[in-house]
C-alpha cells in the first residue's frame, strides 16, 4: 500500500513513511481536580395531630379533682358537712403553628355539701376553667425527646359556695392538681414522638448515607461519594394538621469521575448538633470527548480544503486533511495534530504538523474559544514550507478555531438532567433521597488527556423521605 495512502488511514504510519513532521506536544496527565463539598440533606419526620390527641387523651385522666371528705367546720362554731364531687376536663384540643404545639382543654366541676344538721339537700359548687398549654420539643444528646411545657389556665368561674355566713372553697386543691397536668403531658409526649423513631430513624439514615451515587453511567461514568460527618434536630414545627420533627444530616460529598469509589466506612451517630438546613453541594464535570471534536474538525478542513486554499506567494494549493488528533496539554492549552498532503505546482508534500492553542471561556459562559495557535516547531525545505503555509493559512486557521469554539450547553444541560434523574426519588435502603437544583455555576475549561473538562457546581435542597418498604405502625410523610 503506497504511503499517501497510509497517511490519511492514521498517524502513527507516518514516520514509518518517511513524512514531515513538527515535534508532539506533551500530553497533559492530570486529572480533573474536584475539591470536596459539605452538603447537609434533611429530613421529616411526621404525625397526625389526631395520633398526638389520642395519645394525651389515653395519657391525661379525665378526673382532675375528686372529693369526697368530711370537714369539721362547714359552719361555725363547730357543724361538720361531708363534700363530694369532681372537676373533670373535657376533650383535648390540639392545633399550633411554627414551632409550638398548643394545647387545650375544658374543665367543669360540682361538688356538694352534705349532712348539715341533717339537711340533705344542702347548696352546690360549680366551677368552669380553660386550661391552655404550649409545647416546645428539642431531642437530648441521646436522641430521647424532651419537651418543654408552659401550662397555664383561667378560671371562668372558681369553685367554691357559700354555707351560710361561711364560703367554702377548693381553689387552692384543684390549682395544686392541675400543676400536675403539667408533668403527664410532658411524660405523655415522649412516648408519642418516639413513635416517630428519631434515634431509630436517624441511625438508619446516618449508616445508608454512607454510600457512593451515580451520576453520570458514561463519557464519563461519574459518581458522588457520600461520608456524614454530623446530624442535627430542627425545631417542632406545625402545619397543615400534623406535627413534623425535621432531622438534618451534614455530609462531605466527593465527585469521582471513573469508576465507583468505596463506600467510606460508617462511624457511630452522634449527639444531635446545631444545623440549619442550608441544602446540598456537588461538583461534577461535563466533559467534551476529543474524539468527537476530532471528528466535527476532520469534517470542516475537507470543506475547507475542497473549496480551495489560498497561501502567499504559492497561491491556490491542492491539499487533503487525514482525520485531526487533539488531546490538552501543558499549561492548559490543546494540542492538535493535522495530517496532510498538499500540492503546489511541482512541489508535493506529506507530513503531520502539530499546533497547540489557548482554550478559553469566561466563568460561568460555556462558550469556549481557541486562540493564539502555534506551530510546534519548524520544517525545512520546500516541503516543509509548503506544509506550514497551509496550516497557517486563514481557511485553516479559522476552520480550527471555528470548529474548537464550543458552546458547551447542550453538554450542560445533559449532564444536570442526568444529576436531576440521579438524585431524585432516589432510593437509599428505607430512605428515598429527592434534590432540586436551584443553582448552577462553573469556572474555567481545562483541556486534559482524556477530554475538555468544565467543572459545575450544583446548589440546592435536598430531602430524605422515610418511605419503609415494610409497614410501620405511624405512617411517615410520603
Known amino acids: 500500500m503506497p504511503c499517501s495512502r497510509l497517511l ?23 486529572e480533573p481536580v474536584i475539591t470536596p463539598q459539605v452538603s447537609r440533606v434533611g429530613l421529616v419526620l411526621e404525625a397526625g395531630l389526631p395520633e398526638v390527641r389520642a395519645a394525651l387523651e389515653a395519657a391525661v385522666p379525665r378526673t382532675v379533682y375528686a372529693v369526697d371528705e368530711v370537714r369539721e367546720r362547714c359552719l361555725p362554731p363547730k357543724i361538720a358537712c361531708r363534700l363530694v364531687g369532681e372537676v373533670v376536663r373535657g376533650p383535648i384540643r390540639v392545633s399550633g403553628s411554627g414551632s409550638v404545639l398548643e394545647l387545650s382543654m375544658p374543665l367543669a366541676g360540682e361538688i356538694r355539701a352534705r349532712d348539715i344538721l341533717g339537711v340533705v339537700d344542702t347548696p352546690t359548687a360549680t366551677a368552669r376553667a380553660v386550661v391552655d398549654a404550649s409545647v416546645r420539643l428539642s431531642l437530648g444528646p441521646d436522641w430521647t425527646p424532651v419537651p418543654q411545657v408552659d401550662l397555664r389556665w383561667r378560671w371562668e368561674e372558681a369553685p367554691g359556695m357559700r354555707l351560710g355566713p361561711t364560703r367554702v372553697t377548693f381553689r387552692h386543691q384543684v390549682d395544686a392538681e392541675l400543676a400536675k397536668l403539667a408533668r403527664r403531658i410532658e411524660a405523655a409526649l415522649p412516648a408519642e414522638i418516639e413513635k416517630l423513631h428519631p434515634r431509630a430513624a436517624m441511625a438508619e439514615g446516618w449508616a445508608k448515607a454512607h454510600t457512593s451515587i451515580l451520576l453520570n453511567r458514561e463519557n464519563p461514568e461519574v459518581w458522588m461519594r457520600v461520608t456524614p460527618r454530623a446530624a442535627a434536630v430542627g425545631a417542632l414545627r406545625v402545619r397543615g394538621g400534623r406535627i413534623a420533627l425535621p432531622l438534618v444530616v451534614e455530609a462531605t460529598t466527593e465527585t469521582f469521575v471513573g469508576h465507583r469509589p468505596p463506600d467510606p466506612p460508617v462511624g457511630p451517630l452522634p449527639p444531635p448538633a446545631r444545623l440549619a438546613a442550608d441544602g446540598f453541594r456537588l461538583v461534577a464535570p461535563v466533559v467534551a470527548d476529543w474524539e468527537v471534536l476530532e471528528g466535527v474538525l476532520g469534517k470542516a478542513l475537507a470543506k475547507a480544503a475542497a473549496k480551495g486554499i489560498v497561501v502567499p506567494v504559492l497561491g491556490e494549493v491542492d491539499a487533503r486533511f487525514g ?23 511541482v512541489v508535493r508534500a506529506r507530513g503531520l504538523v502539530w499546533l497547540t492553542g489557548d482554550v478559553r471561556n469566561a466563568p460561568n459562559s460555556r462558550q469556549v474559544e481557541v486562540s493564539n495557535l502555534e506551530v510546534t516547531g519548524d520544517l525545512e525545505g520546500a516541503q516543509g514550507r509548503l506544509l506550514l503555509a497551509v496550516v497557517q493559512a486563514e481557511p485553516v486557521r479559522e476552520a480550527i478555531a471555528g470548529e474548537l469554539q464550543q458552546n458547551f450547553t447542550r453538554d450542560f444541560e445533559a449532564l444536570m438532567g ?20 436551584r443553582e448552577v455555576s462553573h469556572g474555567v475549561l481545562r483541556p486534559l488527556g482524556q477530554g475538555a473538562f468544565l467543572l459545575v457546581e450544583a446548589k440546592g435542597d435536598a430531602e ?15
Open 8 to 30: 490519511l488511514l492514521g498517524l502513527p504510519l507516518l514516520a514509518a513513511c518517511g513524512q514531515l513532521a513538527t515535534p508532539a506536544p506533551p500530553r497533559a496527565a492530570a
Open 323 to 345: 482525520r485531526p488528533t487533539l488531546y490538552g496539554t501543558e499549561g492548559g492549552r490543546v494540542a492538535v495534530g493535522l495530517p496532510l498532503e498538499a500540492r503546489a505546482g
Open 418 to 437: 442526568k444529576i436531576d434523574r440521579a438524585l431524585t426519588a432516589k432510593r437509599i435502603g428505607d430512605f428515598v433521597l429527592d434534590a432540586k437544583v
Open 464 to 478: 430524605l423521605r422515610w418511605a419503609p418498604e415494610r409497614p410501620l405502625r405511624l405512617a411517615m410523610r410520603r
